[in-house]
């Protein structure tokens, strides 16, 4: 069997499970309009088969999410302005389309591994912030990546924890640890010895992830997902396309596949695995400070 045939059984699966939800919704209705005599659907309190994990997927990937991913082109706009005059044969689109696989490869090489890695084992949590911290060479990624993941653990404190704590008895391990890694972070804002707490994006989405009670598949798949948002959004300011194109390039097959065969290659690398494997990527977002005008931030 090979990938292929896997995706298509994998798509298969979520068929007939989507079919399987369906029919029993469809089935409450018929069973509860039938019991009560009245013969009126409209009656009936319909409970619709989503948990609070599908809800709080759908809010993980809003594009409308604070996390501040608008205010970086993750390079786009660097890798744009070393493209000038384009080259013979290339179009501006060409050239975004080679970027935004680049792009992606890249992320899911050096971030992935920390994100599947926090997921796996949130106690991990400080050594892996403070691991990608040091293996993060490029200084304007590294402080997109922090500025995200601060931005990650005010969401968290301000409108998730709540919603996470109260569907719980107790507790768990994993909400305990996010609530004391935002604490550190602030005791490391104000003292005169900080802690090795940076607040990158990668392992806390992993955790936090963890903690709303999403899967291992959908965790990977939508962080790389909303990279890919943020890289087409930065394209639309940009001016490189519209606003269509670009929904139509996030709808598109091949933007899944993309997707799907970065988690693949990925999926078993452990964060002492993980690397740049588009060096030219570290150097087009490095550079974007360097710009004479810029429309985003470094």
Known sequence: MNASDAGALRQRVSDLEAELQTSKALLRIAEGKFSNGTGSAFQLSI????????????????????????????????FLAHHKPLPAGQTILSLFHKFLKLSIQS?????????LAGFRDPLELMDLDNDLDASTPCTVARRASIAQGRALLSIWEKAFASSAKSRLEEDSETVIVVDTFAKDLKIAAISSDPLPVNGHLAPLWGVVCLALGLNLEEVGYLFLLNHAKSVLSAA????????????NILAGQHLQDLIRRSLERVWLLQPED?????????????????LYSRIFNS
């Open 47 to 78: 409970s619709l088969p989503l948990g609070p994990s599908v809800h709080n997927l759908m809010l993980l990937s809003d594009s409308a999410l604070p996390l501040g991913s608008f205010a970086f082109s993750s390079g786009l706009e660097s």
């Open 107 to 115: 992320v899911a090489y050096t971030n992935v591994p920390y994100v």
């Open 236 to 247: 639309v300011r940009a001016s490189v396309m519209g606003p269509y194109m670009a929904q």
């Open 274 to 290: 993980a690397g740049q494997v588009v060096p030219m990527m570290d150097l087009w977002i490095g550079r974007h400070e360097m």
